[in-house]
């Protein structure tokens, strides 16, 4: 087979001063161009970093000046040149370039500006997601992504759950009739998978110990900063556990992931300018009583049983900085798979993970009686003949269990400190964005 004359030797960070004199070649593409008249800098980018290129005019030939001049931003090349020490360069490293290959030039003037020295708005940067990925900070943003998942596999997996993958076309609704995504499917109608809920339950009596890293799809009409209409559910389920040994795994779990990326990720960190601090376990466990009390306090009234709207959450997540639970849920506001207290029914075993003002995770014991299932699909006007492939699964030996999901993209805003999810997303979705 015949080699590429345009193939790399190297990635520009494994380019270092002690090379001098070696003969490279890189390929990638041109970040920023500086011209100062007699000698013109070239920012060549490829995935692991940036190096510069000089090309002194009166030493390059003619052929390889005429290219360097041709060049514009984005354009993508090879580049074949001799290493050289130099103090001043931004590595004490630069290349002057002996032959130039372009691979591909960019249509000029590109949509934005790539060393976002002019800031787009977000709308114009999703319009041209595939080139607002070329800065460093978005990509930063998709390393930590990166690390958050290996983290988690790596924690699941050493702690002996196996990983599933459940279906995403579906006959039934999972977490309650609205928000769902009808399909056509064939002659029939279906629906987008809201959560692996009902699936990851059943598989326990297999499996035990499930995780799921999948997509979930919810019509979600709120346009919202935190709000997707497709993002990633990463979820857990657990046999002979209750909501308490669940949630323990859920805050050694975080403290693994933030201990991972502040790890491993430095450099990302630093790009983006954002502090991760590892947090103490366990975090604080604050009851819906003590939350609702406390927001009494700061003027925000709600009534026993209501849900905390977004503004009452702004004010607690104030109060509590950090990582918390909110335990002891009315039953009534939880979904229908979560248990009810045995001693007081009203209030149930489901939980939700905050961090600051964001709800990062829900969860709680399940439901293992079959009877006392179908009670509680009834009191949530959902129709037990719906769910009869699931029920069936309560035939046959359904032990007590519990579980949670995270919120993929959630856990990213919180470990990069972007403020928009849809930046947590390569391509997102939402109420208005179909495209890319
Ligand atoms: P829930 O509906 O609370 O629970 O979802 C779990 C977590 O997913 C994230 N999340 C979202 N992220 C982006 N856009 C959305 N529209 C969106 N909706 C939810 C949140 C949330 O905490 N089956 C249960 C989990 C369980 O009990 O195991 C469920 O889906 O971070």
């Known amino acids: 087979m015949k080699t590429e004359n345009w193939k790399r030797t190297h990635y520009t960070m494994e380019i270092t001063p002690n090379m001098d004199g070696e003969e490279v070649v890189l390929t ?53 040149g001799v290493v050289k020490r130099m103090d001043k360069a931004p590595r004490g490293v630069e290349i002057i370039p002996k032959n130039m290959i372009i691979l591909n030039m960019a249509k000029q003037p590109l949509p934005l500006d790539i ?62 009739g609205a928000n769902l995504f009808p399909v056509m499917y064939f002659e029939r109608e279906a629906f987008l998978a809201q959560s692996p809920q009902l699936y990851k339950e059943q598989l326990v009596i297999d499996f035990e110990k499930v995780y799921e890293i999948g997509p979930t799809f919810r019509a979600e009409k709120s346009h919202t900063r935190r709000h997707l209409t497709e993002f990633i559910s990463v979820d857990i389920e657990v046999a002979f556990a209750t909501a308490e040994d669940v949630m323990e795994i ?100 489901g939980f939700d993970l905050m961090w600051h003002w964001i709800e990062i995770a829900s969860g709680g014991t399940r439901i293992h009686d079959k009877d006392l299932l179908i009670k509680r ?35 990213v805003m919180m470990l990069t400190g972007v403020r928009n999810i849809r930046e947590a997303v390569l391509f997102p979705r939402d109420r208005f964005r179909l495209t890319p």
């Open 115 to 176: 060393t976002g020295k002019t800031p787009a708005d977000i709308d114009v940067r999703l319009d041209a997601r595939v080139l607002d990925l070329t800065r460093d900070e978005n990509r930063a943003v998709f390393q930590i992504r990166h690390a958050i998942l290996e983290a988690i596999r790596d924690f699941l997996s050493k702690n002996g759950f196996i990983e599933i993958h459940t279906p995403k076309i579906i006959a039934s609704a999972t977490e309650g």
């Open 250 to 349: 859920a805050e050694r779990l975080i403290q693994y992931i933030c201990k991972m990326v502040v790890e491993k990720r430095r450099g990302d960190l630093k790009t983006l300018k954002y502090k991760v601090e590892v947090p103490e376990v366990p975090f604080k466990r604050l009851t819906y009583d003590e939350v609702v009390n406390e927001l009494k306090d700061a003027g925000i009234k709600i009534s026993w049983g209501e849900d905390i709207p977004t503004i009452a959450y702004r004010t607690l997540g104030r109060l509590h900085p950090y990582f918390y639970f909110i335990i002891d849920w009315p039953t009534s506001i939880k979904p229908f798979y979560i248990k009810p207290r045995d001693d007081k029914p009203e209030i149930s075993e």
């Open 377 to 411: 699909l009834r009191e949530q006007n959902l129709n037990p003949e719906s769910f009869r492939f699931h029920l069936q699964a309560f035939d046959y030996g359904m032990p007590p269990h519990a579980g949670w999901a995270i919120g993929l993209e959630r856990l």
């Open 28 to 80: 990638g593409w041109i970040k920023e161009i500086r011209d100062l008249g007699g000698i013109k800098f070239l920012i060549l980018r490829d995935k692991e970093g940036t190096l510069q290129i000089t090309v002194p005019k009166d030493e390059v030939d003619e052929h390889t000046l005429k290219h360097a001049e041709s060049l514009q931003r984005q354009d993508c090349v090879s580049i074949r």
